[in-house]
């Protein structure tokens, strides 16, 4: 029976993407090979268990609730997240994809949402983006992640737009302010001078507003 490392299963309010404000069921999976200098969620490293899809597919359907987002850590580092995303697919419920955009996308479910980063320099972590997978993305439902903590960061995000037009690729491109780092407003100025057009958009995590942000399972 196939299994997945478990982090944690939980309903939530989602607080990125334009899925912002969305309630869903997140099943956070364990183990992530790179280490972004922001990263909020370190605790999803090495923390989990195994457990069975069956076991994962009872507690998300205990919820009550169709929208289901697969997250990490990086949940394309185990291999069993694509055939778990398919899963969910085949049990009725929209599925998204959280994924760093290291690991190959053209696995993944084409019923499946996917949002995906591209690494900032900021991030320590540019080198691991997988620019293959801009060839998988699915203009009409997937989304793209830029989290900024400097103007060196804005710049070349706004450069990988333009370089590799990335407004006709996915419905969103997310350009999100590294929390208590970057300000929202001058993240928004800097948009707003450059007039950058849709798609891009400029996000907060809406769920660190909503609970203190070092609160776990929201």
Not at 198 to 211: A, G, L, S, Y
């Amino acid at each position: 029976m196939p299994q997945l490392i478990v982090n944690e299963i939980f309903h939530s309010i989602q607080g990125e993407s334009t899925w912002a404000g969305v309630p869903m069921v997140f099943v956070r999976l364990t183990g992530c090979p790179l280490r972004c200098t922001w990263c909020d969620t370190t605790y999803s490293f090495h923390e989990g268990r195994a457990r069975s899809f069956d076991e994962v597919l009872a507690e998300v359907a205990a919820y009550g609730c169709r929208t289901v987002e697969v997250t990490g850590g990086e949940p394309l580092a185990q291999q069993a997240c694509y055939s778990f995303l398919a899963a969910l697919a085949d049990a009725g419920y929209t599925v998204l994809l959280e994924t760093a955009g290291s690991h190959d996308l053209s696995p993944v479910d084409p019923r499946v949402h996917a949002i995906m980063d591209l690494k900032c320099p900021g991030s320590g972590e540019e080198r691991h983006n997988r620019w293959s997978n801009l060839e998988h993305l699915k203009p009409e439902r997937d989304e793209l992640k830029f989290v900024i903590a400097d103007r060196a960061d804005y710049e070349w995000a706004k450069a990988k737009v333009a370089e590799h037009e990335l407004g006709k690729r996915v419905k969103a491109i997310l350009f999100s302010p590294v929390f208590g780092k970057l300000e929202y407003e001058t993240l928004s100025r800097w948009m707003l001078d450059d007039r950058l057009p849709p798609p891009v958009r400029f996000q907060v995590q809406m769920h660190k507003h909503i609970w203190h942000p070092s609160t776990r399972g929201v």
